[in-house]
Nanobody, 121 residues
Framework: QVQLVESGGGLVQPGGSLRLSCAASGRFSFINTMAWYRQAPGSERELVVGITRDGTTNYADSVKGRFTISRDNAKNTMYLQMNSLKPEDTAVYYC???????????????WGQGTRVTVSS
């Protein structure tokens, strides 16, 4: 099993910043892609940004220039720096990771429990 634990959510005023973290643990040899998704009330879950193992990123248009994803492969951890936050960024943010286990050849697609981000004055 793979466990993903997010942290860093909270309440912030418009224009403010937050930094989310996602730490992966469990039975895997390495992590391929990692990504942040979000789900606002009454909306479907959407991709915010993804990052490959070599650092290639793919941002949603709505967050380009404001959010920055990074990862530390040695620590199996991913980060999301969110700046210039807007009320429409309010959502539960989920960490996603695709891991590979050499001993079994198995690929796993795992999700965290989510961390809530609220942007409001």
């Amino acid at each position: 099993q793979v466990q993903l634990v997010e942290s860093g959510g909270g309440l912030v005023q418009p224009g403010g910043s937050l930094r989310l973290s996602c730490a992966a643990s469990g039975r895997f040899s390495f992590i391929n892609t990692m990504a942040w998704y979000r789900q606002a009330p009454g909306s479907e879950r959407e991709l915010v940004v993804g990052i490959t193992r070599d650092g290639t990123t793919n941002y949603a248009d709505s967050v380009k220039g404001r959010f920055t994803i990074s990862r530390d492969n040695a620590k199996n951890t991913m980060y999301l720096q969110m700046n210039s936050l807007k009320p429409e960024d309010t959502a539960v943010y989920y960490c996603n990771a695709v891991t590979f286990r050499l001993s079994t050849g198995a690929t796993s697609n795992s999700w965290g429990q989510g961390t809530r981000v609220t942007v409001s004055s």
